[in-house]
């Protein structure tokens, strides 16, 4: 007997059929025959249509075509511009070097710099022991000599030439550059000091020469002898003047005492020449010469002052020059 179920599952029940040939065999079924048991077949699920095989669009593999080649024989084979490609390579090549050149010019700045410095403060170094000497003949009673203006002028045109060598120094090198000017001011304060004490000691000196005035009136005539004193002040008053201010300065004022006094002395000099007074004309002239060589020796001793301080400056220019070149 076979049995059929429905359901309402859209899937299908199929009857199967089967024999039992062991049931047959020990005799539970008298007659052979057919058994139905029952199988469930799911049915798919329910999807969306899929269009057939023919309908998709075929996916082209990129390396379908590929086949290996040598790139080298490519590219001496291709067409290449290698007069562009060298141009390029050596602007690159240069443009590298400039930027090598530039990171390193500040470098080569500051060590040619400093051999100039050293060059310069080298040359300074005699000129300075020059000095020196001239130094040591600040007090003598000669003349200035003929050497000193020309070898003023030397040290002051190498100490300038230290001193715009130091300004070129970059701030790496600040303390090279603190020395070199420092080097270079002393020598200039020296050469100015040494210079104006020359010039000054060389203009005061033949004014503080004591005049020799004639004191007996019977050998010169009143007017003569006015005459010639009022020339003597003339020139004296005309370098007084003229000298510079602020160098020895106590000099330069006592020599204005001195100016301020000579009419007096002119009128007690005359007034015993008329009189016939010679021991009162030389009193007078007596009295002038003191003050003249007062005069005289504070010039020495402010020039000894003057001078020692010269010699400190150079000193001290010849020590800070063995610092900055060794």
Do not use: C
């Not at 040619?112 to 040591?136: D, G």
């Amino acid at each position: 007997m076979t049995a059929t179920i429905k359901t309402n599952n859209p899937t299908a029940l199929r009857r199967r059929r089967f024999r039992l040939a062991s049931m047959e065999a020990l005799g539970f079924i008298d007659h052979p025959g057919t058994a139905s048991t029952w199988t469930t077949t799911a049915a798919p699920p329910t999807t969306a249509a899929t269009p057939p095989i023919s309908q998709v669009a075929p996916v082209t593999d990129p390396f379908a075509d590929w086949q290996p080649t040598e790139v080298g024989s490519r590219l001496l084979r291709g067409h290449i511009r290698w007069g562009l490609l060298s141009a390029s390579l050596l602007m690159a090549a240069g443009l590298v070097g400039i930027g090598f050149w530039i990171y390193q010019r500040p470098a080569a700045l500051a060590s040619e710099a400093l051999i100039e410095v050293h060059a310069s403060a080298s040359a300074l170094s005699p000129e300075l022991i020059a000095a020196q000497e001239l130094n040591k003949g600040l007090l003598d009673q000669e003349q200035i000599p003929s050497t000193v203006i020309a070898a003023l002028l030397t040290l002051d045109a190498h100490a300038r030439d230290l001193f715009e060598a130091s300004a070129m120094l970059p701030s790496s090198k600040a303390a090279s550059r603190t020395l070199a000017a420092n080097v270079a001011t002393e020598a200039l304060d020296a050469s100015r000091l040494l210079g104006t004490s020359y010039a000054y000691r060389a203009a005061v000196i033949p004014i503080l020469a004591a005049p020799e005035f004639e004191t007996d009136s019977s050998l010169v005539a009143l007017d003569d002898a006015a005459r010639r004193f009022g020339e003597w002040q003339s020139k004296f008053d005309s370098v007084r003047s003229a000298l510079p201010t602020g160098t020895l300065t106590p000099v330069t004022t006592e020599l204005a005492f001195i100016s301020g006094d000579l009419d007096s002395l002119q009128t007690r000099y005359l007034d015993a020449l008329r009189k016939g007074d010679r021991s009162g004309a030389i009193t007078a002239v007596d009295d002038l010469s003191e003050r003249l060589t007062a005069a005289e020796g504070m010039l020495f001793s402010e020039l000894s002052e003057v001078q020692a301080k010269i010699q400190r400056r150079i000193d001290k220019a010849l020590t800070t020059i063995e610092l900055l070149v060794s």
